[in-house]
């Protein structure tokens, strides 16, 4: 993607350092999720001035599980940051079947669906 302006999505977005990295690389944000309601407040107080637009359009979004895919805008570059709990070695290793109240080990399903829905040219 070299130079080139491209637009990016932030999902599981925590503080924002997809969003740091893409910003200094001439990523534009179109859309965000972050649960967490402190790295929310710290991810918007971060960025407000980078992507005024993603705050003031309800592009911020709080649970990923709540928007059709459909609303979110086109973009170039997925990130996602998407719960590790239930894969890692430092867990409980109980993948799909979490059973955590937010049902994190199927967050990767969301992910799946957006990139068949919305075909971005790479995803990390």
């Known amino acids: 993607m070299s130079n080139k302006k491209f637009t990016f999505i932030d999902l599981f977005a925590g503080i924002g350092g997809f969003h740091q990295s893409m910003h200094e690389l001439g990523g534009?944000?179109?859309?965000?999720?972050?649960?967490?309601?402190?790295?929310?407040?710290?991810?918007?107080?971060?960025?407000?001035?980078?992507?005024?637009?993603?705050?003031?359009?309800?592009?911020?979004?709080?649970?990923?599980?709540?928007?059709?895919?459909?609303?979110?805008?086109?973009?170039?570059?997925?990130?996602?940051?998407f719960p590790c709990q239930p894969f890692s070695q430092a867990g409980k290793k109980y993948g799909f079947d979490d059973n955590h109240k937010s049902e994190r080990g199927n967050l990767f399903f969301d992910i799946a669906e957006i990139i068949k829905v919305k075909r971005p040219k790479a995803f990390f």
Request: charge should be neutral; hydrophobic fraction near 35%; aromatic fraction near 12%.
């Open 28 to 81: 534009k944000c179109v859309f965000a999720s972050e649960i967490d309601t402190n790295a929310r407040k710290t991810y918007q107080y971060n960025f407000s001035t980078h992507s005024p637009k993603l705050f003031k359009n309800g592009l911020f979004n709080q649970n990923i599980k709540t928007i059709m895919t459909e609303e979110i805008p086109d973009f170039d570059l997925l990130c996602a940051g």
